[in-house]
């Protein structure tokens, strides 16, 4: 079935640092990636998405990277902050389809270091 | 809008107890779904639907049930409690039907469910 790999699980970097973190997906049908932003007891917030029609998309100081080849997508975060803390998962699944389920991966803890 | 709703926020059950999540949403979204929430585990699929009258199995179905009968509600049945099940439970919605916006999923507020 369908599977959505995160890395890192944690991630600890130093404040104005960058932070990326990786995806990969199974379905090869695949053809939209959100990130979500969750923060301690909050619910997960959509971020950023990118369609496989597009490479990479930026929104100030994020952005997501696409390889449909290699079946990867990444999220860059750049001159991070603290509120950049949270935990963040990557979501793959097919576009304006009715099997369009969604899977998300097991999440990245990123921790932003003063 | 009040976007997705979930109730109860916070529930306490005994190993073999029944009970109701209830999600409603009024954004008319085809697409409604249940995810748990377990430490390091991520967010996992546990039903959903892509409109009323129709469900189907996500990752891990087993010990819960769902019934789509209109566009609004997508319930979760939990017909016998278990330790297992202790988990944060999150409605989600979106549309299927295309536009700027049409893949944009929103999450309810989460479900803390403890079974003892």
């Known amino acids: 079935g369908e599977n959505v790999e995160q890395h890192p699980s944690t991630l600890s970097v130093q404040e104005g640092d960058s932070a990326v973190i990786k995806c990969t997906y199974s379905d090869s049908a695949s053809n939209y990636f959100p990130w979500y932003k969750q923060e301690l007891g909050k619910r997960p917030q959509l971020i950023i998405d990118i369609r496989s029609n597009v490479g990479e998309k930026k929104d100030q100081r994020i952005a997501v990277t696409l390889n449909k080849t290699a079946k990867h997508f990444s999220l860059h975060i750049t001159e991070t902050q603290p509120e950049d803390s949270a935990v963040y998962f990557c979501?793959?699944?097919?576009?304006?389809?009715?099997?369009?389920?969604?899977?998300f991966g097991s999440g990245t803890r990123l921790s932003i270091r003063p | 809008n009040a976007g997705v709703t979930q109730t109860p926020k916070f529930q306490v059950l005994k190993t073999g107890q029944s009970m109701t999540l209830q999600c409603a949403q009024d954004m008319n979204h085809e697409y409604m779904s249940w995810y748990r929430q377990d430490p390091g585990m991520g967010l996992r699929l546990i039903h959903y639907?892509?409109?009323?009258?129709?469900?189907d199995q996500g990752e891990v179905p087993n010990g819960y049930n769902v019934s789509r009968s209109t566009t609004e509600d997508f319930p979760l049945r939990l017909l016998s409690a278990a330790p297992s099940q202790t988990s944060v439970y999150f409605c989600?919605?979106?549309?299927?039907?295309?536009?700027?916006?049409?893949?944009?999923?929103?999450f309810g507020e989460g479900s803390w469910l403890t079974v003892v």
């Open positions: 639907s892509v409109g009323a009258g129709i469900t």
């Open positions: 979501a793959a699944s097919r576009d304006y389809s009715s099997a369009s389920k969604i899977i």
């Open positions: 989600a919605s979106r549309l299927t039907s295309g536009g700027v916006t049409g893949n944009t999923i929103y």
